[in-house]
Antibody, heavy 119, light 110 residues
Framework: QVQLVQSGAEVKKPGASVKVSCKAS????????MHWVRQAPGQGLEWMGC????????NYAQKFQGRVTMTGDTSIRTAYMEVRGLRSDDTAVYYC????????????WGQGTPVTVSS | HSALTQPRSVSGSPGQSVTISCTGT?????????VSWYQQHPGKAPKVIIY???KRPSGVPDRFSGSKSGNTASLTISGLQAEDEADYYC??????????FGGGTELTVL
């Protein structure tokens, strides 16, 4: 069965970086895009971007360009999302979610990784 | 790119129908038939219930239906049940390989 298992909760200080991982199983990793979506406490979903693990090509939401990097390691079927220069408003649950194309629905989601940014 | 516009909350009694709207622009909702809807229960990851405007993934009850007219998409839930109480988000593909979510709608089953 398809599973996306994310790394555990993180607590970071402002200005630091965080790298969240998402390990995929149960399907061909390179056949699906991996999206990253975040949700601040009590707020809605926010699309951050996606990566094609097969080609490494990324698409980032304009808001995150230059501060977020998405990568994939096909040898271990794992996607990564790094955020640099963390601010308090980056406190959120970060989800990975797969889709067959950039415009396709996200049919499987990870369990979410809480990231807290606090001094 | 701005988030898609949804009502903050809707409510209905068991057995009734409710419709949630999602308004965008010709650069997203109106320009593509790639609108999806997600259901999210508290503390859980979102679950896709409608994709490509009106298609339902296997396992999703046919009480859930989607449609689109111009720049506005809609999700209709008929025969409301207690377990439908959740947050609902629309999502659309947008120009330049972007993806936009709506602000979310809280559904209360009275």
């Amino acid at each position: 069965q398809v599973q996306l298992v994310q790394s555990g909760a993180e607590v970071k200080k402002p200005g630091a970086s965080v790298k969240v991982s998402c390990k995929a199983s149960g399907y061909t990793f390179t056949a699906y895009y991996m999206h990253w979506v975040r949700q601040a406490p009590g707020q809605g979903l926010e699309w951050m971007g996606c990566i094609n693990p097969n080609s490494g090509v990324t698409n980032y939401a304009q808001k995150f360009q230059g501060r977020v990097t998405m990568t994939g390691d096909t040898s271990i079927r794992t996607a990564y999302m790094e955020v640099r220069g963390l601010r308090s408003d980056d406190t959120a649950v970060y989800y990975c979610a797969r889709s067959v194309a950039v415009d396709g629905p996200n049919d499987y989601w990870g369990q979410g990784t809480p990231v807290t940014v606090s001094s | 790119h701005s988030a898609l516009t949804q009502p903050r909350s809707v409510s209905g009694s068991p057995g009734q129908s409710v419709t949630i709207s999602c308004t965008g622009t010709s650069s997203d909702v109106g320009g593509y038939n790639y609108v999806s809807w997600y259901q999210q229960h508290p503390g859980k990851a979102p679950k896709v219930i409608i994709y490509d405007v009106s298609k339902r993934p296997s396992g999703v009850p046919d009480r859930f239906s989607g449609s689109k007219s111009g720049n506005t998409a809609s999700l209709t839930i008929s025969g409301l049940q207690a377990e439908d109480e959740a947050d609902y988000y629309c999502c659309s593909y947008a120009v330049n390989n972007n993806v936009l979510f709506g602000g979310g709608t809280e559904l209360t089953v009275l």
